[in-house]
């Protein structure tokens, strides 16, 4: 039976296995979830949640930052280089 299930997957996917993907979806996920983000962090400083004049809080949105930047860049690696080597 699992051979039957395997000998399918071919059939499940929309396109080729190595299908390389465009970019473009990269560019609108990291965009508008971009915008997203960055209006919850306007919000987190506005109402006092992050306090940027304590070091803590400049820590803290270093991370969430350097986090968000390092999730994109991981993601596009291994979205956009990965499949064309």
Known sequence: ???RLVS???LVGAGGAM???D???W???YGVGGV???VGLVVCVATRQIDLSAKRGRRAMALMVAGFVGYAILQGVMQMALPRW
Do not use: I, N, Q
Request: aromatic share 16%.
């Open 27 to 29: 560019a609108y996920v």
């Open 23 to 25: 970019w473009t979806a």
């Open 36 to 38: 997203v983000f960055a």
């Open 8 to 10: 399918l997957l071919p």
């Open 19 to 21: 299908e390389v993907p």
């Open 1 to 3: 039976m699992l051979e």
